[in-house]
């Protein structure tokens, strides 16, 4: 179990190895962390603002 505060929202969390974010928190501590809201939230906006959703994305395309 880690403790963390999002980076957005400043809410603490406590966080297990199930979260996603748990292996980046756990190598680095002074890394961010989002919790799901905020995360959810954000990729909204983006694809709001941007019109591209990320599943439209092919993704080997990020590596040519």
Known sequence: ?????CFLCK??????HSDSQY???KRNP???YVCKKCNKS????VQQKTG???DM????????
């Open 11 to 16: 809410k603490n969390y406590t966080i297990d």
């Open 1 to 5: 179990m880690l403790h963390v505060t």
């Open 42 to 45: 954000m990729k909204e906006e």
């Open 30 to 32: 002074k890394a961010y």
């Open 52 to 54: 591209i959703n990320p």
């Open 23 to 25: 292996q980046k928190i």
């Open 57 to 64: 994305i092919d993704k080997y395309d990020k590596y040519l």
